[in-house]
Nanobody, 122 residues
Framework: QVQLVESGGGLVQPGGSLRLSCAVS????????MGWYRQAPEKQRELVAA???????NYADSVKGRFTISRDNAKNTVYLQMNSLGPEDTAVYYC????????????????WGQGTQVTVSS
């Protein structure tokens, strides 16, 4: 019914940059919040950044000043620009969205992408 497809992960050297994208498709009425989480080996999944439909953003302290989240509402796509990457940013990054689908039930539901690997290493 709803799909989140991520792209843009990969291997990058310390100090480098990557841009993640997540496109949402399906029976979408509206997307309240779009965000990115990450999970490193043997660690809990954590919020990296989120953006509301109005454009308000929230960042984890560890990425403030280095990462920028943005969204294109016309394309139902969210982006994560990651700069000054370090080994501590190595993780699987997951796209997350709070979506209201078409039909009679307009309650928002949480959806996840399949994850994309980001590895920062020399």
């Amino acid at each position: 019914q709803v799909q989140l497809v991520e792209s843009g992960g990969g291997l990058v050297q310390p100090g480098g940059s990557l841009r993640l994208s997540c496109a949402v498709s399906g029976r979408i009425f509206s997307i309240d919040v779009m965000g990115w989480y990450r999970q490193a080996p043997e660690k809990q999944r954590e919020l990296v950044a989120a953006v509301t439909s109005a454009g308000s953003t929230n960042y984890a302290d560890s990425v403030k000043g280095r990462f920028t989240i943005s969204r294109d509402n016309a394309k139902n796509t969210v982006y994560l620009q990651m700069n000054s990457l370090g080994p501590e940013d190595t993780a699987v990054y997951y796209c997350n969205a709070l979506i209201r689908t078409t039909g009679w039930d307009r309650r928002p539901r949480e959806y996840w992408g399949q994850g994309t690997q980001v590895t920062v290493s020399s």
